[in-house]
Structures are given as structure tokens and as C-alpha cells.
């Protein structure tokens, strides 16, 4: 099956940038569109971008719009999420998520690949 694997993060400082990358490898499937998730210590995974594959429109929440964008290459079957002027509120383990099936974007459910995270720490 797809296998995808997150690379970028780190430890930032408050207003900084860093750029999180997930490479697509394995089999070829479908896809729909391919989305960004951050979960903090105590909290749910919860949604931050999403790309759709083909047409390339974006959406994100309401907390990272203007600050984060996320873009892919579908040639190199590889999304990015650039995340400027970093908060601390922005720490957590950001997962890359792939949906062959589609549904609603925002809901981990429409999501049948994952990341196995990268740890993204901004200090204030």
C-alpha cells in the first residue's frame, strides 16, 4: 500500500518558519486529496490544510490561515505544508494524510494513509 513519511520538523522560535514535507512511495492509487493533521499532548488530532490532487484548491483552518500553505507535486507524489510566523500554540506532531476514498477533509475518517509524524516545537 502507499507508504508516507514526514520530514521538516523541529524546534523553531516564536515567528519563525519551518517547511514539513511527506514523500508518497508504494503503490499507485487514486487520490483525492491529501491534507495536513497536528496533534498537541491532551488534545484530539485535529485538522490543519488540505490540497485536493487534481484541481490543487486549498483549504485550511481558521488558526493557520495566512500563516501556513500547503501545496503538492504530483509528478513527485510529494505535499508540502510551509508554516510561517510560527506560534507556540502551532506545537505539536504534524501527520501527513492521503485519502483514496474521499469524505468529508477536515475528519480523520476520510483519511486511509498516514504519516507516522513529525514533532514541530515552537518556543515563545
Known amino acids: 500500500q502507499v507508504q508516507l513519511v514526514e520530514s521538516g520538523g523541529g524546534l523553531v522560535q516564536a515567528g519563525g518558519s519551518l517547511r514539513l514535507s511527506c514523500a508518497a512511495s508504494?503503490?499507485?492509487?487514486?487520490?483525492?486529496?491529501m491534507g495536513w493533521f497536528r496533534q498537541a499532548p491532551g488534545k484530539e488530532r485535529d485538522f490543519v490544510a488540505a490540497?485536493?490532487?487534481?484541481?490543487?484548491?486549498?483549504t485550511y483552518t481558521d488558526s493557520v490561515k495566512g500563516r501556513f500553505t500547503i501545496s503538492r507535486d504530483n509528478a513527485k507524489n510529494t505535499v508540502s505544508l510551509q508554516m510561517n510566523n510560527l506560534k507556540p500554540e502551532d506545537t505539536a506532531v504534524y501527520y501527513c494524510?492521503?485519502?483514496?476514498?474521499?469524505?468529508?477533509?477536515?475528519?480523520?475518517?476520510?483519511?486511509?494513509?498516514w504519516g507516522q509524524g513529525t514533532q514541530v516545537t515552537v518556543s515563545s
Open positions: 508504494g503503490r499507485t492509487v487514486s487520490t483525492y486529496f
Open positions: 490540497i485536493n490532487w487534481s484541481s490543487g484548491s486549498t
Open positions: 494524510a492521503a485519502s483514496s476514498r474521499g469524505g468529508v477533509y477536515y475528519l480523520t475518517r476520510a483519511y486511509d494513509y
